[in-house]
């Protein structure tokens, strides 16, 4: 077995090595390692008995570790997208498989089955590409999410349900005495979260003994796994179990880290031992067969979901997008297929072709990411403006002279909250139907749509529109947003959220004003923290933080500049920024002149423009008094203007 398991690593470094290169999935690579060792290829590994009993350890800690990051707060913040989005997407594929199959005269067991299989789609292998491209919180990131948790959840019930729909089952009465057992075991594990699963760790971590830790959260997961399949249950249940049973207590994160590794180690031998079991052989002898069916299962899924998705009220351009993302077979199809060959649902002959097709499918996942975007964009606009069953038509309220925001996240909330304090009118734009009829029953002025197209953005008004605020973290779709917004009004000013340094320039190039690059941002802000923890006194902080954003914004001014057409007084005004600053109460500014010359004098700012109310003074004069509430328009260098902003505080 150590020969074995030596060969298959060393194989296994130049495959993916090789297959990364091409960006293929890391799964992929592993697939065609176990192909080319298995006994069917090269034979370097004759009995794969073996090999598949590691990998079923594997599968229980893949279970095991999705049962921890299960956090149901998690879930109920997406749990329309989980439930209904995921349900009709698993529910439809499977219908849809099944009609198909009777069509080409299956047994209608095996129909429904295929179904099981085809509805399913690849977790690891998805989540992975996209947390490499940062997709995880974007639009699609969060629709993909949604579908897997809920795909993952029916793993379990889809077990259950195999053994019955091979006839071996004794009908309603036993599978409800299944389910009933589930259910026990379900009751057994909420309660040993709440009780004795703390208590177990709490002694645990007072030997503060790593390796005692891990062999603990081993001996629970592993332990429920074998209950569970005591009780007539699957392995994977219990694993899946044990880990919502930890995942509720406060070592959750800690477990996670912990047996990370060990599932990545045993997944790759899962995915090898996958790849072993298919003969290449078939390949060649239905080759026609297999890519039919490698085409059609691209096409049903993603067709599925766009339907789905669209039923749901999100726009054309995201339903697609997604999916094509979830148009592969996931890992646990080959769980359910080992299960079907065993209850004879599937001949080998059919299992064979089965697996040539599905690691295929695994293998395009890159391809499709990168074409579903794409194909959105030549779908016709009487697609576009396709309503979903939970999004009603709104009329958006005539305004001028207004803030556009793009995204409802974190950081639109933000700024709608602080324009509603400030009276200031402005209007959102989300793609996610559940939020925009939340939101708008609090009575927020936001509507459904898509703002990439035009007649989204014609609904906001953006031709009588003065800013547009960009806050989603998708660069792709912020660059159409920019794109179609300064095409429909070239004065409007553009700010746009990104996540890295390198997404600004193509930004900028595409007529934005402003980028604000998380990534630098997130950078000062734990500067600030440190130095506050060093106690290092505050005025030295503000100089750093200063210098910091002078030469990062100085860098995105200079990139602005290259792109820019316009010419006028920004052109002159290299170095220099305007910024506004408001006259507090007890600042020492309070009741003295501007002939006085303290801001000029103090810190070298200019005053341009003074505003008192609704009066706006342009170059005031020198005998102007300032009062409590004034806000001035100051010119100078960053560091002048954190000089002048002090004189503006109480007690400065």
């Not at 332990?223 to 880990?243: P, R």
């Not at 726009?315 to 065993?342: K, N, R, V, Y």
Request: aromatic letters at 8%; a neutral charge; charged letters at 15%.
């Amino acid at each position: 077995m150590l020969t074995d398991l030596e060969i298959l690593f060393g194989l296994a470094l130049v495959t993916v090595i090789l297959f990364r290169r091409f960006r293929f999935s890391s799964i992929v690579g592993f697939l065609v390692t176990g192909v080319i060792a298995g006994p069917h290829a090269l034979g370097f590994i004759d009995q794969a008995h073996q090999v598949e009993q590691i990998a079923e350890i594997g599968v229980v800690l893949l279970l095991f570790t999705i049962g921890l990051e299960f956090s149901l707060k998690e879930l109920m913040k997406i749990k329309h997208l989980v439930f209904l989005g995921g349900g009709l997407q698993v529910g439809v594929t499977i219908l849809t498989v099944t009609g198909i199959s009777l069509l080409f005269a299956f047994p209608f067991k095996q129909s429904v089955f295929f179904g099981f299989l085809i509805a399913l789609s690849s977790t690891a292998v998805l989540i992975k590409l996209l947390m490499d491209k940062g997709e995880m919180d974007s639009p699609r990131g969060r629709v993909c999410l949604g579908i897997l948790i809920f795909q993952d959840l029916c793993i379990v019930p889809l077990m259950l349900l195999t053994p019955f729909l091979a006839g071996k089952g004794g009908g309603i009465v036993d599978l409800f005495i299944v389910c009933a057992k589930a259910a026990g075991v379900v009751l057994v594990a909420h309660y040993a979260a709440r009780f004795i699963v703390p208590w177990i760790f709490s002694q645990v971590v007072k030997t503060k003994s790593k390796e005692l830790f891990i062999l603990t959260v081993l001996f629970i997961g592993l332990g429920m796994a074998w209950l569970t399949a005591k009780v007539g249950l699957s392995l994977a249940l219990g694993a899946f179990i044990a880990g919502l049973a930890i995942a509720e207590s406060e070592y959750s994160h800690k477990v996670l880290g912990d047996i990370i590794p060990f599932r990545d180690a045993f997944m790759g031998l899962f995915f090898i031992s996958v790849g072993m079991l298919l003969d290449p052989a078939i390949i060649l002898k239905h080759p026609v067969i297999i890519l039919l069916l490698i085409l059609g299962i691209i096409i049903v899924k993603s067709g599925v979901t766009v339907l789905a998705m669209s039923a749901l009220g999100l726009t054309i351009h995201l339903a697609i997008s997604s999916g094509f993302a979830l148009s592969q077979i996931g890992e646990f199809s080959f769980i359910l297929a080992q299960t079907g060959m065993q209850e004879k649902l599937l001949t080998p002959e059919i299992y064979q072709i089965f697996l040539a097709a599905s690691i295929a499918s695994m293998g395009l996942t890159p391809l499709c990411l990168r074409v579903g975007p794409y194909i959105g964009r030549f779908v016709p606009d009487s697609f576009k403006r396709m309503r979903g069953l939970f999004v009603n038509d709104e009329q958006a309220p005539p305004m001028s002279d207004h803030v556009i925001i793009v995204g409802y996240g974190v950081n639109g909330q933000n700024l709608a909250r602080i324009l509603k304090n400030l009276s200031i009118p402005y209007m959102v734009i989300d793609t996610n139907p559940f939020t925009v009829r939340g939101e708008r029953k609090k009575g927020e002025n936001i509507i459904f749509g898509d703002a990439a197209q035009e007649s989204s953005l014609e609904h906001l008004q953006i031709a009588s529109a003065r800013i547009l605020v960009v806050a989603i973290s998708d660069t792709s779709a912020s660059l159409r947003v920019a794109s179609m917004a300064r095409h429909l009004n070239p004065s409007i000013h553009i700010i746009v959220r990104a996540r890295y340094f390198l997404e600004v320039e193509p930004l900028v190039k595409m007529g934005v004003n402003e980028v604000i690059p998380e990534e630098f941002e997130t950078s000062v802000e734990i500067l600030i923290r440190v130095l506050r923890a060093l106690m290092i006194p505050h005025d030295d902080i503000e100089t750093c933080v200063t210098d910091i954003r002078k030469d990062g914004y100085e860098m995105l001014r200079s990139i602005s500049k290259r792109h820019s057409h316009a010419v006028g007084i920004s052109g002159y005004l290299s170095g220099a920024e305007i910024a506004n600053f408001r006259i507090q109460e007890g600042s020492p500014l309070v009741g003295e002149g501007l002939s006085k010359g303290t801001i000029r004098q103090q810190s070298g700012a200019t005053v341009l423009v003074i505003k008192r109310g609704d009066d706006v003074i342009p170059n005031p004069d020198p005998v102007w008094e300032f009062s409590a509430g004034d806000i001035l328009l100051l010119l100078g260098s960053p560091k002048q203007l954190a000089v002048a902003g002090r004189f503006f505080e109480a007690g400065k």
